[in-house]
């Protein structure tokens, strides 16, 4: 255990690519926290990857032991979270349990969109920040227009910066020794009740759920019973330990220390980022302020393939939420897809992570339906329902209005290409809130509306800007518009799979983008077929497949039986694949693709 | 219970793996090679087809078919050798058809008469195209007046005599093709082969392809219409299609393919030859021999079994059945579809097609119905669904 005078806690924040992976190594290294034989490339990320896997991004911490210039050893704590907007909640909860964050940004690059956000972050935390300009060995390094910028674009005070190249390991000791002296120690009562912040926590095939925890009063030792106070369970502890950054057993853990416990729990559902951690007896009272669990802002319909492997979906989906607590899920029937779940995530990249691991780790081909936002939906009687599905929209002559949830977008992009990010941003319903430049880099906010951006905002950003934005989010609450659903008829039968909400002005736009698109990935069919848009009973779009009218092989003889019956075959399994909408096959990538939008 | 083998017929395939040169479009198992041991490849022959004798005893052979690569380029005296052994070996039925596949040269026009003396009674000449340029196009090195020639060599040399033309060429417009056709049509031959061109991946056009690099394809609303006219020209000339891509006189029609088209029984020799056949006692064979010429060769001569052999299963050889027998326009029996698939057909989906005028019922036979007759791939896809 280590006086609280001798710690100090802190994350790394930056912009992807900036250089923190990197950076993390060379402090490890430095400190001879891993012996250099053990040393490979970006130590963290190496976890990180496997922790990727399963599900949520994790956050990463590592201990370190630093003698600093004055002589006294130190205890410095870090952990290493993703940033990732999707994970938001468990950012800032990781946030909260440091005091400080080194701001690594690239000297050659400057700040980026992610720097802001995951800044901003850290100011809400109330941390010290320390800028750390990297790749200073880089010919294209210009750390005095870095120092500029985070002055005026972030508006905190870069004269205590530290040059660095985490590649040559020039500065890192500069780094070390602000670390000690510019970051402020932990405080705490070592003689209070226990009580710990529960910052993250991950299934582990060995030790059963890994708890991380940030102690803030008191201590802990194995065998002690401690208490969630959320929800109240108990557990006696098997054992507490600290990460170097491989997982080592202590005696105990005391204020302003990070570590981990396990306790056979036995869910990772059970255990609550953000959760306050006591003793059964004698414990703490009053939890720690802000555990708020994050609630899903996407959703959408996952669907097996094959509808016989509805059940090994289920189970599928069961065990991956045992694991994740901000998963949802409830089970579906869809007159197109068949059975299956309607799925909430915290956004797109969680919602990616999630069916890849069902597609490979389970082998269940999915189709995913169009993610859709939860709208709010005021009935003319004064009740409020949240509306996760379009196809559960209730009778329109029953709703008084409409409300959808806007996010603030922040989008930094070189000069060049400010003209179509303003036209892009302002397609999707945009309202421009601030428009302001750094260097050649504007930096737009813009007041969105989530729907328009679950669905390929993202995509087409990049490619309107040849990948030279750089684009974050958070959310800002529901505001009412002229929202309506539109549904698609593919010859005349309602394809429920495709409805969606849309704003009444865009609608035929996008029933119009909706039916050609459907026309090119619909095969043809033996018959002509109608493709429709129409909200209610109003046709809004209208195009028309024609019908196929060649298919047979020219030539088929003694040597062709067997190659004609295996071409059967797989156009048969690939039938299977398709969906049946009364005479109609649709495959299912039309369901992915249909509802990304073009232009 | 057991199909009766005879339902179709039996037949004998024998693969001649060379050619002259390669062209851009063939995807046959074929190979240009500078030296060929005609002899050693006459005693392999001889060797596979006592081997089969030895197993399948009784057969009555209905015909035999030299086809390739180009089998104008073996040997009279090998073509002899074969047809000889086969009837020493087997009984043959006294209209027995013996089909050559020939290259229309000159060169190879001239051993027509030789082949008719080693008793082929029928051959099928490989003309595609009928202007020099198409010709060149297409890889050939025979000109149009060559083919012209050969073609009226083979009329006079043989009994029967057939040709092939590939149309929905590059740069073919309906109009091109209708003429061709009709010139075709003059020529008093009883059987032809009509193929639209198809883009095998794996040859130099299928490359290209997909390179997109093949420019002037007709579309497939041109190749439609190029197809509907085919089939009205030859009926309008007398030769009737039979097959979706084979037009003939009554009674002119090619038993060997016949046999194919109705699921009867063939055994396959040579490299890449495939067969099907049954035994009395067993479900039918599906053979497969190795590609490779020098492969096949060396077993055979060591008389080795050389083919894979795999039993078809009930569920297979109903699909075979249907997608083979449904080319024709006499359609296939459901009551045999029925024997060989151990199962019926769907009522419910026979009932369907026939009700949109897909499919006609004749008694126990199916029909697909001249409008469908192009799009028999997807009739075939609904027909076999679960
Ligand atoms: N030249 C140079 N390259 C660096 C430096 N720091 C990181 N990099 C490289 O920049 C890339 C991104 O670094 P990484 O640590 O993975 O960034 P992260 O995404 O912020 O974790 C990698 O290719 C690193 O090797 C540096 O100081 N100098
Ligand atoms: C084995 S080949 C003919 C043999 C002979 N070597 C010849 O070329 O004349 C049988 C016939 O198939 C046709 N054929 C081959 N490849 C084709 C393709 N890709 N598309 C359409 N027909 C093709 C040609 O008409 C050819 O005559
Ligand atoms: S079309 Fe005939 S000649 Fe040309 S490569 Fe094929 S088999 Fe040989
Ligand atoms: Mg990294």
């Given at each position: 255990m280590t006086q609280l005078s001798h710690i100090r806690n802190f994350s790394i924040v930056a912009h992807i690519d900036h250089g923190k992976s990197t950076l993390a190594d060379r402090l490890i290294q430095e400190t001879q926290t891993v012996a250099d034989r053990d040393m490979k490339a970006q130590l963290l990320d190496a976890m990180d990857i496997e922790r990727e896997r399963g599900i949520t991004i994790k956050a990463n911490t590592v201990r370190l032991d630093y003698t600093a210039d004055n002589g006294e050893k130190y205890v410095l704590n870090l952990i290493d979270t993703p940033?990732?907007?999707?994970?938001?909640?468990?950012?800032?909860?990781?946030?909260?349990?440091?005091?400080?964050s080194l701001l690594v940004v690239d000297s050659t690059q400057g700040v980026e969109a992610q720097t802001l956000a995951n800044v901003y972050q850290a100011i809400d935390a109330d941390h010290e920040i320390v800028p750390v300009f990297n790749k200073i060995d880089l010919p294209a390094s210009d750390v005095d227009r870095v120092a500029e910028q985070v002055e005026d674009v972030i508006g905190i005070d870069a004269s205590g910066a530290i040059a660095v190249s985490a590649k040559t390991g020039q500065g890192i000791h500069e780094v070390l020794e602000a670390i000690v002296n510019v970051l402020p120690a932990p405080e705490g009562d070592p003689d209070g009740p226990f009580k710990a912040m529960l910052v993250d926590s991950w299934y582990d095939a060995y030790l059963g759920v890994v708890v991380l925890i940030r102690v803030i009063d008191g201590h802990l030792k194995k065998g002690e019973r401690i208490k969630?106070?959320?929800?109240?369970?108990?557990?006696?502890?098997?054992?507490?330990?600290?990460?170097?950054?491989?997982?080592?057993?202590a005696d105990i853990l005391g204020p302003g220390e990070i570590g981990f416990l396990t306790a056979s729990i036995k869910q990772v559902r059970d255990t609550r980022v953000g959760d306050t951690i006591t003793h059964e007896k004698?414990?703490?009272t009053v939890p720690l302020p802000g555990f708020n669990p994050s609630v899903p802002v996407v959703f959408c319909g996952l669907f097996p393939v094959d509808s016989a492997e509805f059940e090994d979906l289920r189970d599928a989906i069961e065990k991956l939420a045992l694991n994740d607590a901000s998963f949802s899920y409830e089970m579906e029937t869809s007159a197109a897809l068949g059975f299956g779940f309607r799925c909430g995530f915290l956004g797109l990249l969680h919602l990616e992570v999630i069916r890849d691991r069902i597609e490979r780790e389970y082998n269940i081909e999915l189709i995913t339906t169009a993610p859709s936002v939860v709208y709010h939906v005021f009935m003319k009687d004064g009740s409020m329902t949240e509306l996760h599905n379009p196809a559960d929209m209730p009778d329109p002559s029953t709703i008084d209005h409409i409300e959808e949830p806007r996010i603030k977008a922040t989008i930094l992009v070189p000069d060049d290409f400010l003209g179509d990010v303003l036209k892009l941003c302002q397609d999707r319903r945009g309202i421009q809130l601030d428009l302001s430049y750094a260097g050649s880099r504007a930096m737009v906010v813009y007041d969105l509306p989530l729907n328009e951006v679950v669905f390929d905002f993202y995509d087409r950003l990049k490619s309107v800007t040849k990948g030279y934005a750089s684009f974050d989010y958070q959310l800002e609450g529901y505001r009412e518009d002229n929202l309506v659903k539109m549904s698609v008829l593919v010859n005349d039968e309602p394809v429920d799979a495709l409805s969606m909400m849309v704003h009444r002005d865009r609608a035929e736009m996008r029933g119009r983008a909706m039916c050609e698109k459907l026309k090119d990935l619909i095969p043809r069919h033996m018959f002509k077929i109608p493709i429709q848009a129409a909200i209610g009973g109003k046709v809004i779009a209208r195009e028309t497949l024609s019908a196929l009218r060649k298919d047979v092989t020219a030539k088929c003889y003694g040597g062709d039986a067997t190659r004609k019956r295996k071409l059967l075959d797989k156009q048969k399994a690939g039938k299977k694949k398709m969906r049946q909408f009364g005479k109609v096959d649709i495959p299912q990538e039309a369901f992915i693709s249909a509802l990304k939008m073009d232009n | 219970m057991l199909e009766n083998w005879q339902n179709g017929g039996f037949s004998i395939y024998?693969?001649?793996p060379f050619c002259e040169a390669k062209c851009p479009y063939c995807d046959f198992n074929s190979y240009v090679s500078a030296s060929i041991d005609q002899d050693a490849w006459k005693s392999a022959y001889l060797r596979e087809i006592d081997r089969y004798a030895d197993e399948l005893p009784g057969r009555v052979v209905q015909s035999i078919f030299f086809g390739g690569g180009t089998p104008s380029l073996m040997e009279p005296s090998t073509v002899q050798a074969v047809i000889d052994r086969v009837a020493t070996r087997f009984s043959v039925a006294n209209d027995i058809e013996i089909t050559l596949e020939a290259n229309p040269s000159s060169v190879e026009a001239s051993r027509?008469?030789?082949y008719r003396t080693a008793g082929v009674n029928r051959v099928s000449l490989g003309v595609q195209a009928l202007n020099d340029p198409d010709l060149k196009r297409l890889g050939r090195l025979h000109s149009a007046a060559e083919a012209v020639r050969a073609m009226e060599i083979a009329q006079n040399a043989f009994d029967r005599a057939s040709f092939d033309l590939i149309y929905a060429r590059q740069n073919q417009s309906v109009s091109d093709w209708t003429a061709e056709l009709k010139q075709a049509l003059t020529m008093g031959f009883s059987h032809?082969?009509?193929?639209?061109?198809?883009?095998?991946?794996?040859?130099?056009?299928?490359?290209?392809?997909?390179?997109?690099?093949l420019g002037g394809l007709p579309s497939e609303d041109d190749s439609a219409d190029m197809y509907d006219v085919t089939v009205e020209m030859c009926k309008a000339a007398g030769i009737p299609m039979y097959e979706v891509s084979n037009f003939a006189a009554p009674g002119e029609q090619s038993n060997h393919n016949l046999i194919y088209w109705r699921?009867?029984?063939?055994?396959?020799?040579?490299?890449?030859?495939h067969g099907r056949f049954s035994h009395p006692e067993r479900t039918r064979t599906a053979t497969e021999t190795p590609l490779s010429p020098a492969k096949w060769l060396q077993a055979a001569l060591a008389g080795r079994d050389q083919e894979t052999r795999q039993l078809l299963s009930a569920e297979e050889q109903g699909v075979e059945f249907l997608l083979m027998g449904l080319r024709l326009r006499e359609g296939v029996s459901l009551d045999r579809f029925t024997e060989l698939a151990g199962q019926d057909l769907s009522p419910n989906i026979l009932a369907e097609l026939e009700s949109e005028g897909v499919i006609i019922r004749r008694d126990d036979q199916i029909i697909v119905s001249d409008q469908y007759v192009k799009l028999l791939n997807a009739v075939l896809e609904r027909l076999i669904e679960d």
């Open positions: 940033g990732h907007v999707d994970f938001a909640y468990e950012v800032s909860r990781s946030m909260r349990a440091v005091e400080g969630f106070m959320s929800n109240g369970a108990v557990y006696p502890v098997d054992r507490v330990g600290v990460f170097r950054p491989a997982m080592q057993n004698k414990g703490a | 024998l693969h001649w027509f008469s030789d032809l082969s009509l193929y639209q061109l198809t883009i095998e991946s794996g040859t130099a056009f299928g490359d290209r392809y997909k390179r997109g690099k699921y009867g029984d063939y055994v396959g020799i040579g490299p890449g030859a």
